[in-house]
């Protein structure tokens, strides 16, 4: 008799290990507690699914364990991804940066396909099944908040973590497997816009920009990116914010001095901005200072950041002295906000922080508490950079958990 494994939901990772244990010959259900599998998924890549990166360095994945990850990720790479991935009808596509969609760049396009294979292979999906206990007996009991229940002779969670709860993932799953002894690295949102301190936010809300961020952490430089800039009413949102969010929320919810420095004029350093201030306010000395930065950078910014300087707005160009015009080019270069919080789960993309990978196998992603319990996803305390590397993550573990707990 072939074995019953029961996945516990129906995301990314959920998906894809149903669908390799399946090819196992196992006999396999999946629970689902919204009404349809895969509602995040559609939401990935605004729309586009960005599924891997051609440049996938372990350096994009992070969590206590990174050893763990290591193991896991040679298990299943970004080529056998890709190639998965074409096997059931996708085609990569790139726009040049590293991020791979599909050619249709539409999320749905994959989520068809999941579920064209999943049906394929005979997976049994129960959707509007919530599971409010597992218990290990014999073999398991997956208990649903509707009264009924399941037993599976394996079970795999793959919940997800906490980022965007309407899709499902709320992190329920972790009070799912505590239970059962597994416990969690504390959670923080990841991937999600920052809030800042300062008063100007209201009045500069909606400038964008090319630029660079970065985060000072207890005085040190940590992290930074480049790329678009958004001011918001609450401080910054934009890809870079994004990227350096991880370490900056983390920092700032242990009460360490956390900062970031913008800098709105890319690609140039303080000195070179201070030369040619220097040369462009010899050009038109009469012209007062809030028209002489105009055509130089965004309109909406200039008020504010005369402000922050405590310079006369009406003060001519050419009567700036050298300390002042060293002032706007440090401001220009790297204008400095503390770090004061984020805008939480709703917004966040992934969660950093999950479950234990301490007591789970690398070889196998079974439990090293339960055996016969399964993890994949971003339930596990591991979380990647934007670009490709969490759905990475949720491929690679989802797949060797689904063969495992087939095989074992
Ligand atoms: C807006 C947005 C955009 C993103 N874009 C990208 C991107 O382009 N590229 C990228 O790599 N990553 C992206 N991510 C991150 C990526 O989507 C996630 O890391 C990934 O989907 C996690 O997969 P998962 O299967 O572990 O969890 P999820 O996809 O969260 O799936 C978990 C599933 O479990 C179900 N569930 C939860 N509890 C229970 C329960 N008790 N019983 C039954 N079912 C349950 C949930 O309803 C859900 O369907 C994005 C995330 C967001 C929010």
Redesign the pocket.
């Known amino acids: 008799m072939s074995l019953k494994v029961a996945v516990?939901?129906?995301?990314?990772?959920?998906?894809?290990a149903a669908i390799n244990c399946a090819y196992t010959g196992a006999k396999v259900v999946l629970?689902?507690?919204?009404d349809r599998?895969?509602?995040?998924?559609l939401?990935?890549?605004?729309g586009?699914?960005?599924?891997?990166n051609e440049n996938m360095k372990l350096d994009f994945l992070y969590g206590e364990d990174h050893l763990f990850i290591e193991k896991v990720m040679e298990k299943f790479n970004r080529d056998q991804t890709v190639e998965f991935f074409e096997k059931i009808g996708i085609v990569p596509a790139s726009e040049g940066d590293g991020?791979i969609f599909p050619l249709s760049f539409q999320s749905s396009s994959v989520l068809d396909v999941l579920r064209y294979e999943m049906e394929k292979v005979g997976i049994e999906v129960l959707t509007d099944?919530?599971?409010?206990e597992i218990k290990k007996e014999k073999d398991f009991l997956v208990k649903?908040k509707e009264g009924k229940s399941i037993r599976g002779d394996r079970v795999i969670v793959?919940?997800?973590?906490r980022?965007?709860p309407v899709?499902?993932?709320?992190g329920?799953?972790y009070g799912?497997v505590k239970p059962l002894g597994h416990g969690t690295v504390e959670t923080t949102p990841a991937?999600v816009q920052l809030k800042l301190k300062g008063d100007i936010f209201k009045q500069i809300n909606g400038v964008k920009f090319v630029g660079r961020v970065v985060l000072y952490i207890d005085g040190k430089r940590t992290k930074e990116d480049f790329g678009d800039v958004l001011f918001t009413d609450y401080g910054i949102s934009g890809p870079p914010v994004l990227q350096i969010s991880r370490e900056a929320i983390r920092a700032q919810e242990k009460g360490i001095d956390t900062r970031v420095r913008i800098s709105i004029i890319s690609g140039k350093t303080k000195e070179e901005v201070f030369s040619y201030l220097k040369e462009r306010f010899k050009n038109f000395p009469e012209r007062t200072l809030d028209f002489g930065l105009v055509g130089l950078i965004n309109k909406r910014l200039i008020l504010p950041i005369l402000k922050e300087l405590d310079l006369d707005k009406n003060k001519v160009v050419g009567s700036l002295e050298n300390r002042e015009i060293e002032a706007l080019a440090e401001i220009l270069t790297s204008w400095e906000f503390p770090v004061i919080g984020n805008k939480g789960w709703g917004q966040?993309?992934?969660?950093a922080g999950g479950i234990m990978t301490k007591d789970i196998n690398p070889d196998t992603m079974e439990s090293k508490l339960v055996k016969g319990l399964f993890f994949?996803?971003?339930?596990l305390d591991v979380?990647?950079d934007?670009?490709?590397?969490?759905?990475?993550?949720?491929w690679s573990s989802?797949y060797l958990a689904g063969l495992s707990a087939g095989s074992l």
């Open positions: 516990i939901g129906g995301g990314a990772s959920g998906m894809m629970l689902e507690r919204n599998v895969g509602k995040k998924l939401a990935t890549g605004n586009r699914c960005n599924y891997t991020k099944s919530y599971v409010v649903l793959t919940t997800g973590g980022a965007m899709s499902g993932s709320d329920n799953g799912l991937l966040a993309q992934t969660t994949a996803g971003e339930i979380d990647g934007c670009g490709g590397y969490n759905l990475q993550w949720a989802g």
